[in-house]
């Protein structure tokens, strides 16, 4: 069980106002140090404010193999820019200091590893860190990582995939539910991240089989890149993470005006967060 | 840190034939450190593997092509010059005579064979020198597979050779831009397309890396190396080797050679890493030797890695040699102290192809070039007995090796 009080607690109370006013929950992706940590810290004030309901902060990582071409420079630069995992956790302890919204770690393991799980979990909770996701630790490899951050009052969210048999999904639907406070990250497709024209046609599919398994939210993340994706997840799920096309915004504005077209960007996606008809209609 | 004093556990004992275990463990290391994407397939490849082992059929028709297409088994040479020149018997194992030219093509065939087997139209593969490419090209040619190779930029200026070999056997040779534009850059980028393609797509993976079972598949495959040779060294010599000597870059050359040997205590077994500019400078690929455990390309194993867990860019005269992984059985054979590892660098590896090419006809792969040069060292050093039997496992040719020892030589070729 989580800490009593535990700081994972909040990402479900984040999904469960969400739900109670009607819309999808939004959270948005803010590379940490891209495209330095100055932007990247006014960028996710600016998301906060606009309305996220949980803050994923990446961790730049030399080798990243879940991501497509955008986070894989946005990533990058970070690092040449001097990115660490320790320069991430100060920026998500003033981030905490300055806004309320649940803030999540997304980043590969071998930092966090190299850094010792332990030491990892205690500096992340220090830091405000409410949730984890390790896109490179399934279930199978994540006890010493989901022990120390369970000890911490964190929360490790998992993800399935289309491609997750039933029984997979069985199985990473257990280890995400042993605290009860996150939520189940589902890839919407079999790829890297990125934006896309369309979500996959067989997402509706894919979101039963995960719902018939597990009591937690669900948030649907790669490719959701336009309102009616986020309006397409909000009838099939709870959480709509948009990351890519966040940092293609960015990427396109002027120097000064970067916070303020990543900001557009994600009010923009909100516009396809209320629901319009009941949820849960697959 | 993972050798604090205080904390380090008593040194592992070497269980010969014990590993991988059930979760892909060898000791402490391999793994499954992969997105969810790919469980499901490594499941998948997993169940189809140990099916195949399990089926005299398998293993009929990839002896029987090993023998017809492969070109085996490779000789096992005396090499009399060299013998002589460090006080020893040497033995050259002869991969580089194997059907395109190094050992890559035992695993390709064998994977090749399972991927048709597991009714995979399509075939990815990366590649730093270019053999494996090669390898995998000639082997998806031979059954009719599409085959797309990852290879990074830097790699494809330095083998321009053996891109061009790749599409002449009908692949698609896609190069990568991206980090240090090497090997491990067209290993993520590989990972990546089987993310994406992963219902129709086998990943063709070139050495003992990645997450299990590849480390095992590849070693199952390339141990033919170390089965022969020590079939021969016992008919020639009459005994074991007193030490045996492979390159390491991902290792599957040396944990091919090394694994049968590895239950006979009495034969040594020494790893060769790429010292590059030397250990001492950043610019080497030596990960056993000056690395810490870490996780990269979905297996838990040494690693060359700043203080913040980022991998770092590594160097090596010889593209196969120049990543900064190792597969993780040779990181059990470290730990436990069954295999030792050592690095050549840049210059002793071209000495040592030089030496080869003069002293016995023989032009060796830059990365074979490396074994090599320990075994001078240690004739160098009198460290060997005039009755000692050494094996060096030649894994490939230097062919595709002119234009980078022509340019370290100084010489300009058209």
């Known amino acids: 069980m989580t800490a009593s009080g535990g700081r994972g607690e909040r990402i479900g109370a984040a999904f469960a106002r969400a739900r109670g006013a009607d819309r999808v929950a939004l959270v948005p ?30 961790v730049p990582f030399s080798d990243p193999l879940a991501d497509g071409a955008t986070i894989q420079h946005a990533g990058q630069v970070a690092l040449d820019h001097g990115a660490t995992l320790g320069s991430c956790l100060d920026l998500a302890a003033r981030l905490s200091a300055r806004v309320n919204t649940p803030l999540v770690l997304m980043g590969y393991y071998n930092p966090i590893y190299s850094l010792g799980v332990d030491r990892f979990a205690e500096h992340a909770a220090a830091s405000g860190v409410a949730g984890l996701i390790v896109p490179d630790l399934p279930p199978e490899e994540a006890g010493p990582l989901a022990r120390a951050a369970s000890a911490h009052g964190i929360e490790l969210i998992y993800l399935v995939t289309p491609s997750s048999p039933d029984q997979r999904i069985a199985q990473v639907a257990q280890a995400a539910g042993a605290t009860g406070h996150g939520f189940v990250y589902c890839v919407s497709l079999s790829g890297v991240t990125g934006a896309r024209t369309a979500l996959p046609d067989q997402l509706g599919a894919f979101l039963a089989r995960v719902r018939a398994r597990t009591p937690l939210p669900l948030a649907v993340g790669f490719g959701v890149s336009r309102p009616e994706h986020v309006a397409a997840v909000g009838a099939l799920a709870d959480g709509a993470v948009m990351a890519s096309t966040l940092i293609d915004a960015v990427d396109a504005a002027p120097e000064r005006e970067r916070v303020a077209a990543g900001v557009a960007r994600f009010q923009w996606l909100a516009t396809g967060a209320p629901r319009t008809e009941p949820p849960g209609g697959v | 840190m993972a050798h604090d004093t205080e904390t380090a556990p008593a040194r592992p004992v070497y269980q010969h034939g ?5 979760r892909g463990r060898f000791g402490a290391f391999g793994g499954r450190f992969v997105p969810e994407s790919l469980m499901a397939a490594l499941d998948e490849l997993e169940a189809a593997y140990t099916a195949a082992r399990g089926d005299p059929a398998f293993a009929a028709e990839l002896a029987e092509q090993e023998r017809t297409f492969t070109g085996r088994p490779t000789p096992l040479y005396a090499a009399e010059r060299l013998s002589r020149r460090v006080g020893a018997r040497v033995f050259l194992k002869r991969e580089d005579l194997a059907h395109t030219g190094a050992h890559k093509i035992n695993n390709a065939l064998g994977q090749g064979l399972l991927a048709r087997r597991m009714g995979k139209p399509r075939i990815i593969a990366e590649t730093g020198a270019g053999q494996h490419g090669v390898a995998a090209a ?34 698609e040779v896609r190069p990568v831009t991206g980090g240090s534009r090497t090997l491990k850059d067209a290993i993520n980028e590989a990972i990546r397309d089987w993310v994406t393609n992963v219902a129709s797509t086998h990943y063709l ?12 598949i590849v070693r199952d495959f390339q141990s033919v190396i170390g089965r022969e040779a020590r079939a021969q060294v016992l008919d020639t010599a009459g005994r074991l080797p007193d030490l045996v000597v492979a390159c390491v870059g991902g290792g599957s050359n040396a944990i091919g050679m090394f694994h049968p040997f590895a239950g006979d205590p009495d034969v040594r077994l020494v790893g060769v890493e790429a010292g590059g500019r030397g250990i001492e400078t950043a610019a080497h690929a030596a990960t056993l030797v000056a690395g810490r455990p870490g996780v990269l390309h979905g297996a838990l194993s040494y690693l060359l890695q700043n203080e913040d867990g980022q991998v770092v860019e ?5 593209a196969g040699l120049d990543y900064p992984g190792v597969g993780p059985e040779h990181s059990y054979l470290k730990d436990t102290g069954r295999a030792a590892y050592v690095a050549a660098d840049d210059n002793a590896a071209l000495r040592a192809f030089q030496v080869l090419s003069q002293e016995e006809g023989i032009i060796p792969a830059l990365e074979s070039a490396h074994a090599v040069a320990h075994v001078l060292a240690l004739g160098e050093r009198g460290e060997l007995r005039p009755d000692d039997i050494v094996v060096i496992n030649l894994s ?12 370290a030589l100084g010489v300009t070729l058209d």
């Open chain 1, 29 to 58: 992706y803010v590379m940490a140090g891209y495209p330095d940590l100055a932007t990247s810290e006014a960028l996710a004030v600016g998301l906060a404010e606009a309305g996220a309901d949980v803050l994923e902060l990446g």
């Open chain 2, 18 to 22: 014990a590993f991988p275990d059930a």
């Open chain 2, 138 to 171: 000639t082997v998806c040619a031979k059954l009719g597979l599409e085959c797309v190779v990852y290879m990074g930029d830097e790699d494809i200026h330095r083998q321009s050779l053996n891109v061009f070999r790749m599409k002449l056997l009908g692949a």
């Open chain 2, 205 to 216: 993976i070139g050495s003992a890396v990645g997450p299990h079972p590849y480390p095992r």
């Open chain 2, 314 to 318: 590594t160097h090596s005269l010889s």
């Open chain 2, 396 to 407: 490939g040719r230097g062919d595709k090796d002119m234009n980078t020892v022509a340019g």
